[in-house]
């Protein structure tokens, strides 16, 4: 069956702008996550989303948000983009039913914010 | 979730097992032993979990010890391809607010050589 898929891909935007990165989870999953990671930093968690309803929150400021939709479909927005910004975005599903669920990542969108 | 600790890295030449430690001294009773691998530019690939028992899948076994502070994580026959950044996690806590969320620390690089 069909992974975790993420759009776009790749893309660039200038600072100040904002960004909206959408997922599609695998078919019968109802969890999405959401990951940012950077050289520096690594994989941070940023949010997780259950039947529409954000469940769980990472440590990072406001600008970050998400949304889930009735088909479990998940978009995370970036507002006012800054230099620092700059990473590759994950998002993994699961069933969310069950803490030890297996959770599977998509292959990421790069955003470069120059 | 709690905190684990992976060697930086480690070489291993190919057709041998693979044998990577990781120590997670402070899990709780109800936290699972995840471990996932990540290929450059790649998203995080699934390889196994454990609560208690060790576990075995077509990629690899999970030696987990008695008093669940450490584990082991085998590929039998490791090959080029399974050169990669390792990470081993403790977390996503049975029945507490933990769903989708996998705190990642810095990882193991592996290293197959010919």
């Known amino acids: 069956k069909a992974g975790v898929t993420q759009t776009p891909r790749y893309l660039i935007k200038t600072r100040g702008q904002q960004v909206t990165l959408s997922c599609s989870p695998i078919s019968g999953h109802r969890s999405v996550s959401w990951y940012q990671q950077t050289p520096g930093q690594g994989l941070q968690f940023l949010f997780e989303y259950f039947s529409e309803t954000q469940r769980n929150k990472g440590n990072f400021p406001g600008r970050f948000s998400g949304r889930q939709f009735s088909n479990s479909r998940s978009e995370m927005n970036v507002s006012t983009l800054e230099l620092g910004d700059s990473a590759l975005y994950l998002c993994?599903?699961?069933?969310?039913?069950?803490?030890?669920?297996?959770?599977?990542f998509g292959e990421g969108s790069w955003l470069t914010v120059v | 979730d709690a905190k684990t600790t992976q060697p930086t890295s480690m070489d291993c030449a190919e057709g041998r097992a693979a044998n990577l430690p990781c120590n997670h001294s402070t899990i709780s009773g109800n936290e699972y032993v995840y471990w996932y691998r990540q290929i450059h530019s790649q998203g995080p690939q699934y390889i196994i979990h454990?609560?208690?028992n060790n576990e075995t899948n077509e990629m690899a076994s999970l030696i987990i010890t008695e008093d669940r502070k450490s584990s082991t994580l085998i590929l039998p026959h490791a090959t080029l391809r399974d050169t990669a950044v390792y990470y081993c996690i403790a977390g996503s806590r049975a029945g507490g607010t933990s769903y989708g969320k996998l705190t990642f620390g810095q990882g193991t690089i592996l290293t197959v050589h010919p």
């Open positions: 993994a599903s699961s069933l969310g039913t069950n803490s030890g669920n297996t959770i599977y």
């Open positions: 454990g609560l208690k």
